[in-house]
Structures are given as structure tokens and as C-alpha cells.
């Protein structure tokens, strides 16, 4: 009888595992997704965003997804067309080639599909005077490991925020980010925030959080003991893989200037 309970246990273990795994680490993201989105210029980004504001809610990405493929030269009669209100499944394309049509088509798909860039759909994570830089990649422990995320600088106690809506997982201390919340965005991504001064009370694991509310203050902990006090924010996707942050970070931050 008992023998039967633990092969029942053992099976049921199993199960959530692989569950788990399947939920959170076997989504195929395409190749091309996040190397695209990752080396559009912010610049941009943002001047797209500016001649969409009297246009339909995604025509910036239309223009985002023209401009990023073509030559100011051979972009100008499409984009002129999409800021007279033309849809981009409407647009006369005149003499382009079809797999440069093709390439704009694929482009705006990722823009909607995975919409990091939508105006106010994200937000900056730290409420206050800040300076980073694009350190990702960058060794850490003498080498032994990658540094997998953005620092943001700012005095200790500067309050720190969710960048988005989604459901806290992890909370609390851990031996490189110190305090630290982990939160499983409802885009599916895991995002990171890490050497908090302090946590919120408010907050408890499985609790929904919402986008800009107050996670903690900045601080210093963990492994950033003898650094200047900042925060580390990074994003795993739902394959497992992290990414470098900086370029969303400098959009999301616009929106809040």
C-alpha cells in the first residue's frame, strides 16, 4: 500500500515538473525576435512614436517596422502614406521588392507580438533621479560568471516600481541579490529586481501586482555590499534565456520625461 502512495507521489512529481518546464522554459521564441527589437535605435523608436500620435493606436509600429528596413530615401513614400492614414495592409509599395515587403510585414508582427515599445504599455522602474549604462555581458567574480541584466544608479531609499502587470514569485533574500523580488510578468517574461534597501510589506508571493506599483526601496544588499547603491533589473524570457535590458529601459524611460 504504501509502495503504491510513493509511486503515486513520485508520478505526480514528475508531472509538476514537467508542467512547470513547459510553462515556463520550452516556449520557441523565433531567431530573429529579440535581436531585431534589441538594436532598434531608441531616437527611433521615439520619432515614430511622435509622428503616430494623431494616427491609429499602431501606426507607430507601421512606421517602426518601414523605417527600420529601408533607407530614408526609398522609406519616404510609405511612411508618407501611413501618416495620411493609410494602413500598412493598404499601402501602395510602388516598385519594392517583395521580400523587402515581406521583411516589413515580419517586423511589424514582432512590434505587436511582443510590444516592449507599445507607448505606456511598460514602465521605467525607478522613480527618481538615475544614471546607467549598457553593461550586460560585462564579467563578474573574476570572470566566473556574465553579468545578466542593466545597474541603475541612484541614492539609497529612491523607490523602486514594477515595470509592468504580472504575479509575484520570488521575494525576499537571496546570497547575490540581497533583497531582491521576482516577479512573472503576464507577458510571460520573469523580471528581476535585485539589492533592495528594503521590500515592500505589502507584497507576498502569489500575490498580482500591477504595473507601477511600489516594490522596495534601492539599496546595496547581496552581493553589492561594497558598491554604490543601485539596482539591478533583469529579464529572463520564457525560454530561459536573459536579456539585455538597456534598450527598453531607454524607451520606458522617455515616457516618463
Not at 181 to 197: E, F, K, M, P, S
Request: aromatic share 10%; net charge neutral.
Amino acid at each position: 500500500m504504501k509502495l503504491n502512495s510513493l509511486k503515486q507521489l513520485l508520478v505526480l512529481f514528475i508531472l509538476a515538473i514537467c508542467t512547470w518546464r513547459l510553462l515556463h522554459h520550452q516556449k520557441h521564441i523565433p531567431n530573429d525576435v529579440y535581436p531585431y527589437l534589441l538594436n532598434l535605435s531608441p531616437q527611433l523608436i521615439s520619432e515614430c512614436q511622435t509622428d503616430a500620435k494623431s494616427l491609429s493606436a499602431d501606426a507607430w509600429s507601421d512606421l517602426l517596422a518601414i523605417r527600420s528596413s529601408l533607407p530614408e530615401n526609398e522609406s519616404l513614400y510609405l511612411t508618407q502614406q501611413i501618416k495620411n492614414k493609410t494602413p500598412l495592409i493598404k499601402l501602395d509599395w510602388g516598385s519594392l521588392d517583395d521580400n523587402s515587403r515581406k521583411i516589413i510585414r515580419k517586423r511589424k508582427a514582432i512590434l505587436v507580438n511582443y510590444p516592449y515599445y507599445m507607448p505606456l504599455q511598460y514602465t521605467f522602474p525607478v522613480l527618481g533621479e538615475v544614471w546607467y549604462e549598457d553593461s550586460f555581458g560585462s564579467d563578474r567574480e573574476g570572470g566566473k560568471r556574465k553579468h545578466e541584466g542593466t545597474d541603475l544608479f541612484s541614492k539609497e531609499g529612491t523607490p523602486i516600481i514594477s515595470v509592468c502587470s504580472g504575479k509575484i514569485e520570488q521575494l525576499g533574500w537571496n546570497r547575490l541579490g540581497g533583497e531582491r523580488v521576482g516577479i512573472r510578468g503576464d507577458d510571460g517574461n520573469y523580471y528581476y529586481y535585485a539589492h533592495l534597501q528594503k521590500i515592500s510589506s505589502e507584497l507576498k508571493v502569489g500575490d498580482q501586482i500591477k504595473k507601477g506599483e511600489y516594490l522596495g526601496a534601492m539599496g546595496h544588499t547581496g552581493d553589492a555590499l561594497t558598491t554604490p547603491d543601485h539596482l539591478h533589473f533583469g529579464i529572463e524570457l520564457v525560454n530561459g534565456e536573459w536579456i539585455n535590458p538597456y534598450s527598453f529601459l531607454v524607451v520606458w524611460q522617455s515616457y516618463s520625461k
